[in-house]
């Protein structure tokens, strides 16, 4: 098998070939950061992420840059309003930059408690000026832009392909054009490369055609640009924005450099809440903040994964509980898998545990083999989804089946260390490091490991022995003594589970 | 009590009086995102964010701008060398700005460990390029810079307030030069404002002298102004920095300004390893990372502050060890405090607890108002010594006291309500919010809270009543259990106490 991926350019899936071999130039839009993260942000990133995830898993080293828009972004699409962050830091009082920060390190903050790498770089817009200036002096030189009164637009009509990504036509946008467009721009599909500041903007630079600051399309091209070369192999970002700005992106680059900028543009679709749109500007978002106070995170992570990128993500509560138990199916498996392993570690190849290593040869050797063999299965069914446009929850489908055929091994017992080092290794490579719900810390339940597992798993077993000496009384004050601390204990026949209360 | 600080610039204690009343504008010297940060980095910016939350606690709001070197800074101080990150990234093979990303990441991981606050804005070099190129500019419009080659140096004669920080003479200088002077340069003691990038340097940008980089001195001037003002309050740095770092900061910005750059300069005295000064380039250093699988950050925090920030802090394990002895003694107390409090919710005003307020006017109540004076007077000493120059050893020592104090009313019982609040605000405002060393999760003892502490009391509890039940095996099989997984407990006539392994 080998990986395909859809192409938004060209609208079909295309085997995936990195333009240089073993090396994949990745750029995903990052936020602009007046606010916090909420779903549809962990829908994108956390899709990106697997995408990430799974190439390294393939053996590529992957340069992954995500911008940080701090500057450009304004209020309305065709070039007008204000500038988000400028707004936002007046209605807060602070300075811009301050609030750009603030909200920065809440973004990352929220990223890595789902699980998403960090970006090898993490360019800011601001931080990139120079390199602005410099593209749009360019694009001037060759004719595909021009200045009026202190601001630089592109002229679209001097560049034969735009359009092709969103499939636009010029004339179309022309002849559609609801909004009043803007006096300077001798065509309605033209857009600003750089905008002059009027008068009490704060975020401004100095230019050849006075103070201003840059276009918000003009980042992505120039951060692109400068940190993965003039062509790139993977551009992502949300379907909301393959047009006007992906679009964007393409004119400016290629107009500027004569080369094709992206070789595959990927696109996540959006987050729906309750079957709505979900936006920061229709008001009904969820931060992720907000999220994290209901669920752990691994659990929004896991929700987001079990759709594919390119659909829909409809959010509701019930959806996302429905999540929450899927994954602590796995995780109970997993859990179960890492706690048998580390049983026989403590007390070898104790008969007890029916964890021996068979005779070669033998029945049970072959029995072994062909368990392992089971688990290669399960992993090459999972490469297989993956390497179908990164299909995700037909991944955790096969992360499922190998979680009740685990549970089954596991329950006839007499499976081999051998059979359960495969199986731990192919949980933490496929659900840990290709999609990033299996960490080292499991959700809390018995099988969740770590010091107050083992202390309440000391507990349960000590009230059992009490029960066994017919110690009723003492046996019962531990259980109270647990519900007072916030451990609820159940008892059913295969024995005492426990959970947070 | 008025706050006093030492004003290097001065060399004398002065009363602090912003520039505007009840608003501080604060500049630090931060990292080159080069390497993991070691323990000068804490000793540098646990102090300083002493200083912030001391201002804070006062009621001032502080802008507190801490920025990244992630270009500039070169591997010898005399304006030779290569950039410190370039080096780095190529013998890592990276990007150099994948680099800075990664470091910068680690930096803010440790700091947050430590329990530093995030600075308000950390501005990175890379992203003030026109600000930078502005300001040589000025300087050269105002012929205090010359050009030579493509680079710009300041020329310090033209400068009369050069050495009124470091109180060195630019004839001295001249006089004293070791190295071979740059054959560019008028004078010695000449800095580059701008150099020219050689052939092959990645990390450049166009300016009107041609592709180059900027000087390392001159993002701090650019940066300060730029989120802060012309004139700032505190500035503050390593000692090793004031000259020439923070002298050439002076003179670009005074130069250029015509106003006084900063109020009052503070200077951070120096790590030394057992004895001797501890350098990146002398090989010596440890890094956090290192020193946190040894020991809890707050205990490295602690240590810190328990040398005053312009001494310089001698790193040995014996004195890490003896400070994380101190430190468990303050929060033992604290934990103490917490779970009584926590009792006395949970169980009303029940008298075994010997918890009650007292009713008006009688002796009881007399007593508890003399309980509550004494903490005042914990207080206001605490304050005395952060307003000598932010003494926190001399506060440390206070909140020693208080927490002897604390134990005796503990031990004697019959402690109000009231007390107890108010205690326990004392120990989270002045251990908590000034010195940022008491925090909610306190250091793994009994009096820890959590649910881990939790459960090792009710393990306890249970072997005790086992082995009053004269059932030894069962409580012995307890405590063996505990050692197994990690937890050692530690019998004594006051009763049982545990640590982990």
């Not at 719900?437 to 083992?454: F, N, P």
């Amino acid at each position: 098998m080998t990986l395909e991926v859809y192409n938004t350019l060209g609208r079909r899936r295309e085997e995936f070939k990195p333009l240089e071999e073993g090396f994949v130039r990745m750029y995903v839009c990052g936020p602009t950061v007046y606010g916090h993260a909420h779903i549809g942000h962990a829908k994108s990133y956390v899709s990106f992420d697997a995408v990430v995830r799974y190439l390294r898993y393939l053996g590529y080293r992957v340069k992954y840059v995500q911008n940080i828009t701090d500057v450009g972004h304004l209020t309305d699409n065709a070039d007008a309003g204000e500038d988000k962050i400028e707004k936002r830091a007046a209605a807060e009082h602070v300075d811009p930059m301050e609030l750009a920060e603030f909200y920065t390190h809440s973004y990352f903050e929220d990223m890595d408690r789902l699980n998403c790498l960090r970006p090898s770089i993490s360019p800011r817009a601001t931080g990139h000026i120079p390199e602005q200036i410099e593209l749009v002096g360019t694009l001037l030189e060759k004719g595909c832009a021009y200045e009026v009164n202190g601001s630089v637009y592109f002229d679209v009509a001097h560049f034969k392909g735009y359009g092709k990504l969103s499939g636009k036509k010029i004339e179309d946008l022309a002849a559609g054009a609801r909004v009043e467009v803007h006096p300077d721009k001798k065509n309605p599909a033209d857009f600003a490369l750089w905008k002059k500041a009027e008068k009490g903007h704060i975020l401004r630079w100095r230019s050849p055609w006075g103070w201003g600051y840059p276009g918000w399309h003009l980042e992505c091209s120039v951060m692109a640009m400068r940190y993965l070369g003039e062509t790139i192999d993977i551009h992502g970002g949300g379907l909301e924005n393959a047009f006007p700005h992906h679009e964007c992106e393409i004119a400016q680059s290629e107009a500027a450099t004569g080369k094709p900028f992206v070789k595959y543009w990927l696109h996540n679709n959006m987050v729906t809440v309750d079957g709505v749109k979900m936006g920061k500007s229709l008001g009904n978002f969820i931060t992720l903040k907000d999220a994290f106070k209901k669920h752990h995170p691994l659990a929004i992570r896991y929700f987001v994964l079990t759709s594919h990128y390119r659909s829909p993500l409809d959010f509701s509560e019930s959806a996302i509980e429905a999540a929450e138990k899927g994954l602590r199916r796995i995780h109970n498996a997993v859990g179960a898998v890492r706690s048998t392993l580390a049983a026989t570690a403590r007390e070898g190849t104790s008969p007890d545990t029916d964890v021996a290593a068979a005779a070669p040869g033998t029945a049970d050797d072959t029995a072994q083999k062909a368990l392992i063999e089971e688990i290669d299965g399960f992993c090459g069914r999972f490469e297989e989804a993956m390497d179908e446009d990164f299909n995700t929850p037909q991944a955790i489908g096969v992360l499922s089946d190998m979680v009740r055929w685990t549970n089954s091994i596991l329950a006839e017992g007499s499976v081999g260390r051998a059979v359960l080092e495969k199986v731990n290794d192919a949980f933490n490579r496929l659900g840990g490091d290709v999609l990033g719900i299996v960490t080292k810390e499991l959700l809390g339940e018995e099988s969740a490991g770590g010091l107050e597992a083992d202390l309440v798993a000391l507990l349960i077993e000590t009230r059992t022995q009490l029960r066994a000496a017919k110690n009723f009384q003492a046996a019962d004050d531990i259980r109270a003594r647990l519900w007072e601390i916030g451990v609820e204990l159940k008892d059913s026949p295969e024995g005492t589970t426990w959970k947070r209360t």
